[in-house]
């Protein structure tokens, strides 16, 4: 469905029911995308609402606005068209920053959160590597970055295995608009939740890929996650074994049984 708020058009979906649970990916790719594998699971216990970000996917950006905070503010625009007060919230990569941003911010509406393979900031070479990203897909296009895009994020021995998935992938990031992902790119550059964070009590799930050497994951692999989990006082990490960025795509049956492990404990 398409749900008209803050100025824009998102395409939404719910499936399930029982407590709310909101899924947000990140850039590069849909809703559909990053959680088709582990929302059947999450389903069975919970009413598991999803939608593409502003300007990815299906939904608009008139605006061409990609900074943290709108696309936070986008968030909390759909849980009041849903008369939603309070919800469980995951994010995902850039998602991750997105709803780290929405739970410093509006906080009362937040019940537990999850973060996967995502950062509270970038490392000073991380900013380097995407903002040179950004201006490379702003002049040569998407299909510059399509082979990088999916060996960078799913494991060699995933995509020997499931070459038809890797293809699938590559198809789909062909997709973006180029001007909505760099400018995601360049709004994760002064990104920095730390501070904030060290004060959030909610229940917070941190899940990490073991072999994650992505530039947005800090200095040595999967880093990044085990810095959340430190910084957050109600932090618990999971880290995923032999996965890289997409550990939701690569093992969906334990990153959704994490989840709901941790949800079930701190209902």
Sequence with gaps: MNVNVNGATFHVEQQGSGP????????????????????????????????????????????????????????????????????????????????????????????????VTTSACLTDEAKEYYDGRAEKIETRGVDSHADDAVRIVLSESFREANPDKADEYREAFLQNNPE??????????????????????????VIGGGEDDTSIMGDEPGGAARELAEIMPNGQLEMIPETIHYPQIEKPEVVAGKMLEFLQRSA
């Design 180 to 205: 909505a992902y760099a400018g995601a790119m360049r709004a994760m550059l002064d990104w920095d939740g730390r501070e904030g964070l060290s004060v959030l009590e909610n229940p917070t799930l």
């Design 20 to 115: 709310n649970l909101v899924l947000v990916h990140g850039m590069g790719y849909t809703s559909t995308d990053v959680w088709q594998y582990v929302v059947p699971q999450l389903a069975e216990q919970f009413s598991v609402l999803t939608y593409d970000l502003r300007g990815h996917g299906k939904s608009t950006d008139p605006d061409n606005d990609q900074s943290i905070s709108t696309h936070a503010d986008d968030l909390a625009a759909i849980l009041d068209h849903f008369d939603i007060e309070k919800a469980s919230i995951a994010g995902f990569s850039f998602g991750g920053m997105v709803v780290q941003q929405f739970a410093l911010r509006y906080t009362d509406r937040l019940e537990n959160l999850i973060l």
